[in-house]
């Protein structure tokens, strides 16, 4: 299906045939030892006492080149040291840490599904997005849940001033983002929009005239409220919602047909109350729903495929400034989970599926946490807290007993809110920074987190399909501790920033599926069986070097890094590396001004290939092939690297007006980058004569952009 759909969409971008690239002969890398690197930015660098903090503004955000004429948050986010991707999917990886341990805020309401087009574009809006902070090593106490990092979005406000229309066609989308003010100086209303044409175009251009029906679009929404009540209270109303639909069918023959659609709605609203001017309460209240569903049909066969997540959401931090040096926070957040893992029915009529039998997990997820902000000298400050999580699991919920051999055996039934399991575990955090001149830091940290619920992906790259599931008295929650320690240095009067980080980390309670498990939930089986459990360890040093101000600005950042896994039950207990594990990860951003009209911009990225397992041999046995397979994820895929480049021609900016072309390339040299890898046998079985071949399969060589932002 996703081959179909990735030729789809390329076709109809270019108006041209585009095929996935392959490769025979494949060159494997055997695994080697390796180390990490990690790179920081001025708001993160000397100025905080956090250590691996990170913020990218909406500023630079738009310095950096297109793909297909979007500026992504989450590919930007990529290139920064110690956040690592499966390739071209916008999955990150951050210090070792899995797909699912990033915790990924919008204006502080968790969001689970990231991205459009099965991976290769996020659901931000990057004309809606004001900040993004990333918390990659000792993560404030007031963040929590997951046990890698904390990627918090923060979404503009709206003008307060006067009334602003923005818009960009692009080739893949076109955005309109409408803000102002309700009442000037008090309220302001922003509504932005987002939709793919590739589909309308494809039906203007093909009609109905092909034997094959494709069709693929996607669309965000965003609109925030916000209002100043009076001088001390501010009130703030964020809603989103995102959708994709993808479907693929016989048009001719009618005999066969598959469609997915996949989607998040959220809504928030946000008090901030100031007694005085160091005393802040903040109250928080949200919902956010996230939905997929597939289905497909062969002749009078059917099946469906359905999973959800909604979570209802509770926050109230009080924030005090005792003196000028010492600070406290203290709260409270509560998540209420709704989990339906995936729900499977197959039929043999026409029958739809029946949401009334979907099976429901309920649990509840909170936190007590205090942080405190002190500044004992001139050069020595301290950030420490200790945030206090539970989790609970409620019935309704049916846990089945199986004995070896013979079946369903019992099993326990729980009513509506009786307890099925519980957990609460002490989360201490500690950053540290000592100034050891007036341009140089040393900075150290410390942090232990818990994650109650879990991804279970079933690939390398982030799909609408991949499971999330709540712990259970089988599954127990990941923790992640980690160390880390960082020096700073920077460079006035050349406007450069340095860093250096190393850390540490160990998880444990990790979970993977049991060889042969289909993610499905069936009748009279208990979704917490399916998994196998081990631990984890990573660690690495991260390098940073950013430059700032003036005509030339940019960054290069470098991580060299190890990250392995061990499961008792895998590989008979022997360790194994994750098959996130990068050795190298490069990342040079290079932004140039050349006058008042033009700019230049420049992406390069090198990262080493992902760890995989291959078939190593294969003999017959009375009649069948059999495989011989490598150590797990003993072998590497050829390493990832492209160039991008951008060009921008302003040709309009004032107070009221701006309007400005950008002309991109993706990927300028044409490197067919693996996206995966099959494995294709050829021969006469009977005569005992095959021969398999590696086959890599490339979505993108050289991709042309143009787009066309205009603002007044």
């Known amino acids: 299906m996703l081959k179909y759909f990735l030729l789809f969409l390329l076709t109809f971008q270019f108006y041209i045939p585009v095929k996935a690239q392959q490769k025979d002969s494949l060159a494997f890398e055997k695994n080697k030892e390796l180390e990490k690197v990690i790179v920081k930015t001025k708001n993160s660098g000397i100025e905080q006492t956090e250590v691996g903090g990170l913020t990218i503004t909406k500023k630079e955000l738009e310095k950096l080149p297109q793909f297909l004429g979007e500026n992504d ?24 840490g899995g797909i699912d341990q990033n915790l990924i805020t919008i204006d502080d309401i968790p969001i689970y599904n990231v991205s459009h087009l099965f991976g290769f574009f996020s659901v931000f809006n990057s004309s809606t997005i004001q900040k993004i902070d990333i918390h990659k090593g000792a993560m404030p106490a007031n963040f929590g849940g997951r046990i890698s990092s904390v990627v918090a979005l923060s979404t503009n406000n709206g003008n307060l001033q006067r009334w602003k229309m ?32 590739v589909d309308l175009l494809k039906n203007l251009i093909l009609g109905n005239s092909s034997n094959y029906q494709t069709n693929y679009f996607f669309y965000d929404l965003n609109l925030k409220y916000f209002r100043r009540i009076n001088n001390k209270t501010k009130l703030y109303v964020n809603a989103f919602m995102g959708a994709d639909y993808f479907v693929y069918n016989d048009a001719k023959e009618k005999t066969f047909s598959n469609e997915i659609d996949w989607g998040t709605k959220l809504i928030s609203a946000k008090i901030t109350h100031s007694f005085t001017e160091k005393s802040t309460l903040t109250t928080t209240l949200g919902l956010t729903d996230y939905k997929m569903n597939f289905g497909a049909s062969i002749y009078n066969y059917s099946f469906q495929l359905f999973s959800s997540n909604k979570d209802a959401v509770g926050k109230i931090e009080f924030l005090h400034k005792v003196t000028n040096r010492y600070s406290f926070k203290i709260g409270l957040d509560n998540t209420f989970h709704v989990i339906s893992p995936n729900n499977f029915q197959a039929n043999g009529g026409t029958s739809k599926f029946n949401y ?31 945030r ?17 051999g013979y079946g369903l055996k019992d099993s326990i039934n729980y009513s509506s809110k009786q307890t099925v399991c519980n957990y609460i575990y002490p989360e201490p955090r500690f950053s540290m920074s000592y100034n050891l001149t007036n341009n140089s ?31 259970s008295y089988i599954i127990k929650p990941q923790i992640g501790r980690q160390y880390s320690l960082g020096y700073y240095r920077n460079f006035p009067l050349k406007n450069v920033e340095t860093s250096v980080e190393v850390y540490y980390k160990q998880m444990n309670n990790l979970i993977e599926y049991k060889e042969g498990v289909l993610s499905l939930i069936k009748l009279q089986s208990n979704y917490d069986d399916n998994f196998f459990f081990g631990k984890g360890q990573s660690y690495g040093i991260e390098f940073y070097a950013k430059k700032t101000i003036g005509k030339m600005t940019g960054w290069l950042g470098y991580t060299l890094s190890r990250s392995t896994r061990n499961f008792k039950d895998i590989e008979n207990g022997a360790t194994f590396y994750a098959k996130n594990d990068r050795r190298h990860d490069i990342s040079l951003v290079f932004n140039y001004e050349i006058n008042k009209k033009w700019s230049f911009s420049s992406v390069f990225t090198y990262k080493t290939g992902n760890a995989i397992t291959i078939p190593l041999s294969r003999y017959f046995l009375q009649g069948n092939i059999i495989n011989t397979y490598s150590p797990k994820n003993s072998y590497r895929i050829p390493a990832y690297h492209r160039c991008d480049v951008s060009l921008t021609y302003q040709i309009q900016k004032s107070d009221t007006k701006e309007s400005s072309v ?20 050829t021969g006469d079985i009977s005569k005992f004569s095959v021969e398999t071949k590696a086959k890599q399969v490339s979505l993108f060589t050289i991709l042309p952009s143009i787009s066309y932002k205009f603002a007044f």
């Open 388 to 404: 206090v999580s539970s989790f609970q699991q409620f019935g309704p919920y049916t846990r089945f007993d199986y004995s070896k």
């Open 441 to 471: 830091t040393l900075k150290a940290g410390f942090s232990q987190n818990y994650q109650y619920i879990h991804l279970a992906p079933v690939s390398s790259i982030s799909l609408p399909t991949d499971v999330w599931i709540p712990s």
């Open 73 to 96: 948050p989450i590919k930007a986010m990529q290139l920064l040291p110690g956040i690592q991707s499966s390739g071209d999917g916008n999955g990150i990886y951050v210090r070792g």
């Open 356 to 386: 009334n039998d979907v099976r429901k997990l309920y649990s509840n997820e909170n936190a007590f946490y205090l942080s405190n902000d002190w500044k004992i000298s001139g050069k020595l400050d301290l950030t420490f807290g200790l």
């Open 166 to 197: 923005e818009a960009g066609i692009g080739i893949l989308a076109s955005n309109l983002t409408i803000q102002g003010p309700i009442k000037k100086d008090t309220s302001s209303l922003l509504f932005s929009i987002r939709r793919t044409y």
């Open 662 to 681: 950008n002309f991109s390339i993706y990927n300028v040299y044409g490197r067919q980058n693996p996206f995966y890898l099959y494995f294709e046998t």
